[in-house]
């Protein structure tokens, strides 16, 4: 069993609307270092596989046909063994 943690955001080269109101807001209430804001997706998954490799394997799978959209957003993952300390 593996958990998979998966980050997926919106490319630097699309608008991202959401990102620009937090980032206004933000400012108006003080944060004004606050230069850029994007907002993206934080995604777990426990996968019931044998290996690494194989969680791998359907965690890519999962991102490139559902969890993020190849057009607009990239993605990464890491991979960990259930019940492992992590991150």
Do not use: W
Request: hydrophobic fraction near 35%.
């Amino acid at each position: 069993m593996f958990i998979s943690k998966i980050n997926i955001r919106i490319r630097d080269t699309i608008l991202d609307p959401q990102g620009k109101a937090v980032e206004h807001s933000l400012q108006s209430i003080g944060f004004n270092s606050v230069k850029d804001t994007r907002i993206g997706k934080y995604i777990e998954l426990k996968i019931d596989a044998s290996t690494e490799k194989e969680a791998g394997k359907i965690t890519e799978e999962a991102c490139r046909k559902l969890l993020a959209n190849p057009v607009m957003e990239d993605y990464e993952f890491e991979i960990f063994p259930f019940g492992e300390k992590n991150k």
